[in-house]
């Protein structure tokens, strides 16, 4: 049976006001026509919708199963409606992004360069966070997407994989790991540890490695600032993981020396989140295109290199 979607939207306003005249009102026919529909309609599904009280209808249970499921219905088709409205106006409007504040230093700058080229009246807003509390600015809609590092998400979140993210020990060049050739992971058992502060995915990274190999450093120092962390290694005999590009500087001017691992850099992935059910908006579409060229573009870059 095909249903007749003009005589289900009539269906729907009628339940949805109990009243023939504000139906009629809503779809701007006559409250005979509203009757009408209302009759085609219960004929087309050839079982009783509602039932006449005195004064009053009452809904049967199908019928009411059938308001239910046309409030889903519309409301998507308004969702619809508005998502097309905006693709026919002009590219512009605000992109709300959150970035943690590693991401925001490596990841972010080329990205969102390229797409300020492409689209350049759409007006970008960066903001800073560790990757559980811009997941929560998400959740709360504060942010049209967030860039974070990979975790479990909730059922509300759709993750697109962007990049892998490495990082790299440091310690100053007079530390006793950086005198030694390639270390070992377990080497740093009794060492002092400066990692990034509760809630970043990159400390979370680092303690699930060292606990894969029992690890124990002597003391762990959190921060949410990279040039304490930094200032911290540089002053006094600790070590910290980083992304290389990070420290840059510091590395080529001798400041910190990089310490190779035999187990190999820490790595893990990063993803750019969204809101699963929240319609996709024009600004945040055209940002996943970018990036996921991107995100191939480097995945060549490694099979080349390799």
């Given at each position: 049976?095909?249903?007749?979607?003009?005589?289900?939207?009539?269906f729907y306003h009628f339940c949805q006001f109990h009243s023939m005249t504000?139906?009629?009102?809503?779809?701007?026919?006559?409250?005979?026509?509203?009757?009408?529909?209302?009759?085609?309609?219960?004929?087309?599904?050839?079982?009783?919708l509602f039932y006449r009280e005195g004064n009053q209808y009452k809904l049967t249970d199908v019928g009411e199963s059938i308001f239910l499921l046309g409030k889903v219905i519309f409301a998507r088709l308004g969702q619809i409606e508005s998502l097309l409205d905006e693709a026919r106006r002009p590219?512009?409007?605000?992109?709300?992004?959150?970035?943690?504040k590693d991401y925001a230093v490596t990841l972010m700058p080329e990205l969102v360069s390229k797409f300020q080229d492409q689209f350049p009246q759409i007006l970008v807003k960066l903001n800073e966070g560790n990757s559980f509390d811009l997941l929560a600015r998400l959740r709360n809609r504060k942010e049209d997407l967030v860039v974070v590092a990979r975790t479990n998400y909730d059922s509300c979140f759709k993750a697109f994989p962007f990049a892998i993210v490495?990082?790299?020990?440091?310690?100053?060049?007079?530390?006793?790991?950086?005198?030694?050739?390639?270390?070992?992971?377990?080497?740093?058992?009794?060492?002092?540890l400066i990692i990034r502060e509760q809630g970043?995915?990159?400390?979370?990274?680092?303690?699930?490695?060292?606990g894969e190999y029992d690890v124990k450093p002597s003391a762990i120092i959190e921060s949410g600032s990279l040039s304490f962390i930094l200032?911290?290694?540089e002053r006094r005999m600790g070590v910290s993981f980083v992304m290389a590009n990070e420290v840059?500087?510091?590395?080529?001017?001798?400041?910190?020396?990089?310490i190779d691992l035999v187990e190999g850099n820490i790595r893990f992935p990063a993803d750019i989140v969204v809101l699963r059910e929240k319609p996709m908006m024009a600004p945040v579409r055209k940002f996943l295109r970018i990036a996921i060229r991107k995100r191939e573009e480097n995945s060549l870059d490694e099979i080349v290199k390799q």
């Open positions: 049976m095909a249903i007749n979607l003009k005589h289900l939207e009539t504000r139906a009629a009102e809503i779809t701007n026919v006559s409250q005979s026509a509203i009757s009408q529909q209302i009759q085609l309609f219960q004929e087309e599904c050839a079982v009783k590219s512009s409007g605000v992109l709300r992004i959150g970035t943690t490495e990082l790299v020990l440091v310690a100053r060049p007079d530390h006793p790991l950086s005198q030694r050739g390639p270390v070992s992971i377990k080497d740093l058992s009794g060492e002092l970043s995915g990159s400390r979370d990274a680092i303690l699930k490695k060292l200032a911290y290694v840059a500087e510091e590395l080529s001017k001798g400041v910190l020396k990089k």
